[in-house]
């Protein structure tokens, strides 16, 4: 039987005011040039074009290799698996700490999931681990972090070799230096406010900005702001075993509600005490919509209804699979409703809602990359002139060893972007998402593939484009489109006049 969403029903008409705001084109214009000039970027222009939607077109020359575009996202999350290997910042996803922590953190949670869950489980671990500073409130943080990580762990690869645990943690509390590491200093590791321990930041700066843009309702810690911190374990509990696409639509929902909650106290302190409660119900509304704006320039449709089909499922078995996700979002947007339902905001806490925002994510193939200075690290040790490469490698090799192939992993994770999310694709793109050595963090960087002039479109590839013409078309079947650039275009036209000449050799009737 079909799950029936109750808020869906009460809150039809708010919804669909939500989902299709149809907000005067001059007002989304108005947010996009607002959003351009809060960037680092010399000239670009966000402009409707009636076929595709949106477009972002260029408002000057841009010559080969050329930034156009530094966008910060509008909400992004490490996968939760790359946590193992990477401890970054939770608001700008920069890597933290130092490279002996890097490193150490990383063989340290490798070799929980060597020896299973046993030593996590117990105090034991607490206690190999932090008995020489176990007044130190970060080293607390760690081990609660590890807990929450150890499902991941067990998966994880291990390094080929092990090192003595001692070892490992005088990296981790920096009484080993490894040699040269002060050329890749990175900023300090500060634990979240609120203590959740989950959370670590590279400055002050991003934890206030990241606790008031979400992470005060969604922080497992003592000062959370959630309704209920034990419902909100349980929710990031089942994203963690089912997709952590919900951590982002969580995330999402919040950044919303703490808009919402902002721009009501600023319009309650511009009308005084004294507005009537009628007319305030009606601001809510609208209010609301402003809340939501940045989150519904975004292109959306309902999740179970966008998903590609996995191929290990029959066609036949598709309508099933599909009211399968669809249950699954339910039970996930029940656990964060008890988590963070706001009454004011509960249109945000419907099933049509919920499901469009993960859509969202499922359609904008929005990959957060940061390059590890881990690697860099090695790297540069490994370019050192003898003698020198050969006394820093007697420290090094063995961390490399131990390491192993996954020496090198970059923080990997999913985010929204709201102009590169604007970007059309092309299998011959004149631009691309490429992080340079100076971008160390997870802002999305657009670069120009060649000379761009003014007026021309922007163009990325959302797919690997040097595929065969077949696959490039089947892989963005799953965007919702069908691609009709002029390579595609070119190709399909060839491909038209094989078959037409195939069928003429074989005699088949009238070309
Ligand atoms: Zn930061
Ligand atoms: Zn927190
Ligand atoms: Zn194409």
Same mark, same amino acid.
């Given at each position: 039987?079909?799950?029936? /969403?109750?808020?869906? =029903? *009460? &809150? #039809? +008409?708010?919804?669909?005011?939500?989902?299709?705001?149809? @907000?005067?084109?001059?007002?989304?214009?108005?947010?996009?040039?607002?959003?351009?000039?809060?960037?680092?970027?010399?000239?670009?222009?966000?402009?409707?074009?009636?076929?595709?939607?949106?477009?972002?077109?260029?408002?000057?020359?841009?010559?080969?290799?050329?930034?156009?575009?530094?966008?910060?996202?509008?909400?992004?999350?490490?996968?939760?698996?790359?946590?193992?290997?990477?401890?970054?910042?939770?608001?700008?996803?920069?890597?933290?700490?130092?490279?002996?922590?890097?490193?150490?953190?990383?063989?340290?949670?490798?070799?929980?999931?060597?020896?299973?869950?046993?030593?996590?489980?117990?105090?034991?671990?607490?206690?190999?681990?932090?008995?020489?500073?176990?007044?130190?409130?970060?080293?607390?943080?760690?081990?609660?972090? /590890?807990?929450?990580? =150890? *499902? &991941? #762990? +067990?998966?994880?690869?291990?390094?080929?070799?092990?090192? @003595?645990?001692?070892?490992?943690?005088?990296?981790?509390?920096?009484?080993?230096?490894?040699?040269?590491?002060?050329?890749?200093?990175?900023?300090?590791?500060?634990?979240?406010?609120?203590?959740?321990?989950?959370?670590?930041?590279?400055?002050?700066?991003?934890?206030?900005?990241?606790?008031?843009?979400?992470?005060?309702?969604?922080?497992?810690?003592?000062?959370?702001?959630?309704?209920?911190?034990?419902?909100?374990?349980?929710?990031?509990?089942?994203?963690?075993?089912?997709?952590?696409?919900?951590?982002?639509?969580?995330?999402?929902?919040?950044?919303?509600?703490?808009?919402?909650?902002?721009?009501?106290?600023?319009?309650?302190?511009?009308?005084?005490?004294?507005?009537?409660?009628?007319?305030?119900?009606?601001?809510?509304?609208?209010?609301?919509?402003?809340?939501?704006?940045?989150?519904?320039?975004?292109?959306?449709?309902?999740?179970?209804?966008?998903?590609?089909?996995?191929?290990?499922?029959?066609?036949?078995?598709?309508?099933?699979?599909?009211?399968?996700?669809?249950?699954?979002?339910?039970?996930?947007?029940?656990?964060?409703?008890?988590?963070?339902?706001?009454?004011?905001?509960?249109?945000?806490?419907?099933?049509?809602?919920?499901?469009?925002?993960?859509?969202?994510?499922?359609?904008?193939?929005?990959?957060?990359?940061?390059?590890?200075?881990?690697?860099?690290?090695?790297?540069?040790?490994?370019?050192?002139?003898?003698?020198?490469?050969?006394?820093?490698?007697?420290?090094?090799?063995?961390?490399?060893?131990?390491?192993?192939?996954?020496?090198?992993?970059?923080?990997?994770?999913?985010?929204?972007?709201?102009?590169?999310?604007?970007?059309?694709?092309?299998?011959?793109?004149?631009?691309?998402?490429?992080?340079?050595?100076?971008?160390?963090?997870?802002?999305?960087?657009?670069?120009?593939?060649?000379?761009?002039?003014?007026?021309?479109?922007?163009?990325?590839?959302?797919?690997?484009?040097?595929?065969?013409?077949?696959?490039?078309?089947?892989?963005?079947?799953?965007?919702?489109?069908?691609?009709?650039?002029?390579?595609?275009?070119?190709?399909?036209?060839?491909?038209?006049?094989?078959?037409?000449?195939?069928?003429?050799?074989?005699?088949?009737?009238?070309?």
């Amino acid at each position: 039987m079909e799950t029936i /969403c109750p808020i869906d =029903r *009460k &809150c #039809a +008409s708010q919804i669909s005011v939500l989902l299709h705001p149809s @907000p005067p084109p001059l007002q989304v214009q108005e947010y996009f040039e607002e959003l351009i000039s809060s960037r680092q970027c010399r000239g670009i222009k966000v402009k409707q074009n009636g076929e595709f939607g949106k477009g972002v077109y260029a408002d000057l020359d841009f010559k080969e290799d050329e930034l156009i575009l530094k966008d910060p996202m509008l909400v992004g999350i490490q996968h939760p698996s790359n946590k193992i290997d990477c401890l970054v910042c939770s608001f700008c996803f920069q890597f933290i700490g130092s490279i002996e922590l890097q490193i150490g953190r990383k063989l340290y949670l490798q070799s929980l999931g060597l020896s299973a869950s046993k030593v996590c489980d117990k105090e034991g671990i607490s206690k190999d681990f932090c008995d020489s500073n176990s007044a130190d409130e970060e080293d607390d943080c760690y081990v609660k972090e /590890c807990k929450r990580l =150890r *499902k &991941c #762990a +067990s998966s994880s690869p291990n390094g080929k070799v092990t090192l @003595p645990k001692g070892v490992v943690q005088s990296l981790m509390n920096g009484e080993l230096v490894l040699p040269h590491s002060e050329k890749f200093s990175l900023p300090p590791a500060i634990s979240c406010p609120g203590g959740c321990g989950e959370a670590y930041y590279c400055s002050k700066t991003c934890a206030e900005a990241d606790w008031e843009s979400s992470h005060s309702l969604l922080c497992t810690g003592e000062r959370s702001e959630a309704l209920s911190r034990e419902a909100l374990s349980k929710f990031m509990q089942h994203a963690d075993e089912t997709n952590d696409i919900f951590l982002l639509a969580a995330k999402t929902i919040s950044f919303t509600i703490l808009r919402y909650r902002k721009l009501k106290a600023a319009h309650l302190k511009r009308q005084n005490k004294y507005t009537d409660p009628v007319e305030l119900d009606c601001a809510e509304l609208s209010l609301l919509l402003e809340a939501w704006k940045p989150v519904s320039i975004g292109y959306k449709r309902r999740w179970w209804e966008c998903i590609s089909l996995p191929d290990d499922v029959d066609r036949s078995d598709e309508t099933a699979f599909r009211m399968e996700v669809r249950d699954l979002a339910f039970t996930s947007l029940q656990l964060l409703k008890a988590a963070i339902f706001d009454q004011e905001c509960e249109p945000l806490f419907s099933l049509e809602i919920y499901g469009n925002i993960i859509g969202m994510f499922e359609l904008n193939n929005l990959d957060l990359v940061v390059a590890s200075p881990v690697e860099d690290y090695f790297l540069y040790i490994d370019d050192l002139p003898d003698p020198e490469k050969g006394e820093a490698e007697e420290v090094t090799q063995s961390f490399l060893d131990a390491l192993g192939d996954g020496y090198s992993v970059c923080c990997q994770g999913t985010a929204f972007y709201p102009l590169q999310s604007c970007m059309n694709h092309s299998c011959c793109p004149n631009a691309r998402a490429f992080k340079r050595e100076e971008d160390k963090d997870g802002q999305a960087t657009i670069i120009a593939l060649r000379p761009i002039s003014k007026g021309e479109e922007v163009t990325i590839s959302y797919i690997e484009e040097d595929l065969p013409f077949e696959e490039r078309q089947a892989l963005l079947a799953d965007y919702g489109f069908r691609c009709r650039c002029t390579k595609c275009l070119e190709e399909d036209t060839q491909l038209i006049s094989k078959q037409e000449h195939i069928k003429k050799k074989l005699g088949f009737g009238e070309v």
